[in-house]
């Protein structure tokens, strides 16, 4: 592990002022589950950790007119139980429950999560310099790639591992993003960026700025949703295919629906062609094969991946049945 120095900000002006003013590289650390794997094998090395661990304002589940708010210090195991959270948006509290262990789950925090590293075990070995690492090439790409991209894969294949990230853009979630120069506000969904963009970035965070803020919008009325996670082990996995669905359903019709899938893409991967297929008409099993044929119509997968296709179409499948 490299030397670095340790900042400790109390307030969110705090906060702000480090990012913007600090000298040299600097990473922020919430629950740190993520963050001291990669300091103690190298392939994190910032100047400075700035843990916002003590800022307070920075936590908690909040209700008004307009939904949820939710702070990116909130843990895990808090979000889930949640009784709001419990009551209005099950498939969080789904994605919630499925993430990592107990253990974990009391650790590990909403903005920690959202803002995870990918788990490519290229990345994550210290020896091999990979294309999102500085280097000339994607070792996944004719390599070991079994867990990797079938969506957004080019030029790097990574899987973006979040569990709560697909679940809240299901949900239409917003992001407050805090900088010493005043916040800006994006859905969710835009707030992650694939690997054509920026290959060494997985999200639009610049360097001064930090998650303030998650807004989750009030339920509307028929609105159902749910979480499937398909996994290698029954404990403790990253999804090898996960699906969120959300939407207003009524009888077997979806009036609105959105699917958002996790394991499959560089990014939160959402399934407009599928969701085209699903919204307005009555859900039948020949309309569920319709759906995952256009789910996985742009799939691209690798030579050892191509298993993923069948299991898009079958997480599709089994969180959209549960709703009606």
């Known amino acids: 592990m490299r030397d670095f120095k340790l900042a400790q900000p109390g307030t969110v002006d705090e906060l702000a002022a480090v990012l913007s003013e600090g000298p040299g590289a600097m990473t922020l650390m919430s629950g740190g589950t993520d963050l001291i794997d990669l300091l103690k094998s190298g392939v994190a090395a910032p100047d400075i950790v700035v843990d916002v661990q003590g800022i307070a304002e920075l936590a908690g589940i909040t209700r008004d007119k307009d939904g949820l708010r939710v702070g990116p210090m909130t843990r895990v195991v808090d979000l889930a139980a949640h009784p709001d959270v419990s009551r209005d948006y099950p498939v969080l509290k789904e994605a919630a429950l499925s993430l990592a262990s107990p253990q974990l789950r009391n650790a590990g925090t909403v903005g920690g999560n959202l803002c995870q590293r990918p788990r490519c075990w290229y990345f994550r070995d210290p020896e091999v310099v990979c294309l999102k690492k500085g280097g000339d090439k994607c070792y996944a790409f004719q390599g070991r790639n079994q867990y990797h991209a079938i969506f957004g894969g080019d030029p790097c294949f990574i899987v973006y591992p979040s569990d709560l990230a697909p679940a809240l853009i299901s949900l239409g979630a917003r992001v407050t993003i805090g900088r010493a120069g005043g916040d800006r506000v994006v859905p969710l969904e835009k707030f992650y960026q694939p690997p054509s963009v920026d290959v060494r970035k997985e999200n639009i965070l610049a360097g001064d700025e930090f998650i303030r803020s998650v807004s989750v919008p009030a339920p509307r009325p028929g609105q159902k949703s749910g979480y499937v996670k398909l996994t290698e082990r029954a404990t403790w996995d990253f999804a090898l295919a996960s699906a969120a669905v959300s939407g207003v359903v009524r009888g077997k019709v979806f009036s ?54 069948n299991l898009t179409a079958a997480a599709i499948r089994k969180a959209v049945s549960a709703l009606v």
């Open 256 to 309: 609105e629906i959105a699917i958002v899938m996790g394991g499959v893409g560089t990014v939160p991967w959402r399934m407009t062609g599928a969701e085209a297929v699903l919204r307005g008409k009555t859900v039948t099993e020949a309309l569920l094969d319709q759906a995952g044929r256009a789910a996985v119509k742009e799939a691209a997968p690798l030579a050892e991946n191509a298993y993923k296709i």
